[in-house]
């Protein structure tokens, strides 16, 4: 998987629902930026990253905007926040992360 996402420097989820996407995680593991719209956990996941290539469902102009903005980013810009997605993704979102949250959760109902 992480082959298929070295071709290519954003990757963009035009969703109207989701619950994840598992995509946008993958993205963030492989250190991409992400164009998006405000669908599902995204937001929670990109919180705290420069990653805020939000865009509204249905707008062109929108998301014309906002890919306009990625494309004026300088090559350093661009390798700091993929950076940031893939630190984030280390720290928050791993199968190791996911597995103590879940069983701090587990353990927290149980008290």
Known sequence: MSKFYKTFDVLVIPSYEES???????????????????????????????????????DAQDFDRVLKRIVSLSLLEVQKIAQANRERY??????????????????????
Do not use: D
Request: hydrophobic share 45%; no cysteine; charged share 25%.
């Open 20 to 58: 994840g996407p598992l995509v946008g995680l993958e993205a963030m593991a492989a250190g991409r930026l992400i164009m998006s719209t405000e669908v599902g956990a995204m937001p929670e996941r990109l919180q705290g990253t420069e990653n805020k290539f939000w865009f509204a469902v249905e």
């Open 90 to 111: 280390i720290a928050h979102y791993t199968r190791e992360q996911i597995q103590k949250k879940y069983r701090e959760a587990v353990a927290h109902f149980f008290q």
